[in-house]
């Protein structure tokens, strides 16, 4: 089946600091999800991005497809943006792979 | 409000004690699918469903059932739990497959001794 990849596993940022996160995946997909949960185990929906990019306030998203990766941005971060960070991708049959995440933390 | 909702929130049982999990939509998706997360691994789809009595196996299927009777309502049926079943458990819904934004409930402890 299809393998995703995420980097870093971890990350530790100071308020206010930049970060980009990567998701790699192993074959071409039809859907690919940004999500987030945080520390009470919430899961929330950031992007649906199979290709392109999208803007959120101080997220965005980039999916290029054709190389098979996609970025997580945060800008600014704040202590409310910890978290883990999953990426999700489906091929067209509807079987979603998660990959294991990044795990963030925004100290103030 | 739009949500999707599980029950029990948190659950410790027994080895075979039989158990149900309870999930519920009120967006009229179509689209439901049950994960289970496991630290270092993620989320792993268990099963999912397409629409009232259509449903299919995901990445982990194995010792679980589930039925879709109702469209708003997509239950998780251990018949046997095991202790390797010890997870958290979402219940996921969308409009119609993965093409859209995925719902997720709050997730469901369970602990099987």
């Known amino acids: 089946g299809i393998q995703v990849e995420q980097s870093p596993p971890d990350l530790i940022l100071q308020e206010g600091a930049n970060s980009t996160l990567r998701c790699n995946f192993s074959?071409?997909?039809?859907?690919l999800q940004w999500f987030h949960q945080n520390p009470w185990g919430q899961l929330i929906n950031l992007f649906y991005?199979?290709?392109g990019t999208k803007q959120n306030g101080r997220l965005s998203a980039t999916t290029v497809a054709t190389e098979r990766y996609s970025l997580l941005y945060i800008s600014s971060s704040q202590t409310t943006d910890s978290g883990v960070y999953f990426c999700?991708?489906?091929?067209?049959?509807?079987?979603?792979?998660f990959g294991a995440g990044t795990r963030l933390t925004v100290k103030p | 409000e739009a949500q999707v909702t599980q029950n029990p929130r948190y659950l410790i049982t027994v080895t075979g004690k039989k158990l149900t999990v309870t999930c519920s939509q009120n967006?009229?998706?179509?689209?439901m699918s049950w994960y289970r997360q496991d630290p270092g691994l993620g989320l792993r789809q268990i099963y999912y469903?397409?629409?009232?009595?259509?449903?299919d196996k995901g990445d982990v299927p194995e010792g679980y059932k589930v039925s879709r009777k109702e469209k708003r309502n997509f239950p998780l049926i251990l018949e046997s739990p095991s202790p390797n079943q010890t997870s958290l458990y979402f219940c996921?819904?969308?409009?119609?497959?993965?093409?859209?934004?995925?719902?997720f409930g709050p997730g469901t402890r369970l602990t099987v001794t």
């Open positions: 996921a819904s969308s409009f119609s497959s993965l093409a859209y934004e995925q719902y």
């Open positions: 999700a991708v489906e091929r067209g049959n509807n079987d979603m792979r």
């Open positions: 991005i199979p290709s």
């Open positions: 469903s397409m629409n009232v009595e259509v449903t």
């Open positions: 967006m009229n998706h179509e689209y």
């Open positions: 074959d071409s997909v039809n859907n």
